[in-house]
């Protein structure tokens, strides 16, 4: 994740976020720290029983690990909008 953003400085990071099968709340914020995005798009999460976040932990995370990132906070197949 590093290279990816040496490379090529991603303004948004889309990470897989749900514990499960795929990154927990404390690897998605070393995730976020590692990439420095300025949005950070949690999916994969909620889908199915075992695929709970704890969208607070994710918070609290990110705030401490990659405080300049601002997490989209949105539900499984819906719609956001950033004004």
């Known amino acids: 994740m590093a290279i ?4 090529y400085r ?6 897989p976020v749900g514990g499960k099968y795929n990154m927990g709340h404390r690897e ?3 995730a976020a720290f590692l990439l420095q995005p300025k949005f950070f798009l949690p999916i994969h999460f909620d889908t ?3 695929q709970k976040l704890d969208f607070p932990k994710l918070e609290a995370e990110v705030k401490v690990r990659a ?3 601002t997490i989209v906070d949105w539900k499984p197949c819906g719609v956001f909008e950033y004004k």
Do not use: E, S
């Open 4 to 7: 990816i953003r040496d490379l």
């Open 10 to 15: 991603p303004d948004v990071a889309i990470l």
């Open 28 to 30: 998605a914020g070393y």
């Open 48 to 50: 199915f029983p075992n």
């Open 67 to 69: 405080p300049y990132a």
